[in-house]
Nanobody
């Protein structure tokens, strides 16, 4: 069974940067799309980004709200997925979760649908404030 563990969260000022890590264990990433979601207080969980690899090529997805600011990547040797967040805004404040679901999610319009994902980490807090 795949297990996920996020790290790297913490207080950051507006305009700052932060890199989140999602360490995986228990199964190979070859079968999964790995996504980052976030949930702000009083709001629904929102898909931020998703990544998968197949046949040597990488497929990524981003929410419009983070395009050009966030970058998702994968280190196959360390079986870790990263989310580099730049130019952070107060509205990026949330608990960030990584999740794993069927690989095919990354190639369709449902990559950002939370209930499509089977495995979840415990989340890491990212407050963006001065």
């Amino acid at each position: 069974q795949l297990q996920l563990a996020e790290s790297g969260g913490g207080l950051v000022q507006p305009g700052g940067s932060l890199m989140l890590s999602c360490a995986t264990s228990g199964d190979t990433l070859d079968y999964y799309a790995i996504a980052w979601f976030r949930q702000a207080p009083g709001k629904e969980r929102e898909g931020v980004s998703c990544i998968t690899e197949s046949g040597g090529s990488t497929n990524t997805n981003y929410a419009d709200s983070v395009k050009g600011r966030f970058t998702i990547s994968r280190d196959n040797a360390k079986i870790t997925v990263y989310l580099q967040m730049n130019s952070l805004k107060p509205e990026d404040t949330a608990v960030y979760y990584c999740a794993a679901g069927p690989k095919i999610l990354s190639y369709g319009s449902r990559w950002n649908v939370a209930h499509e994902y089977e495995y979840w980490g415990q989340g890491t807090q990212v407050p963006v404030s001065s």
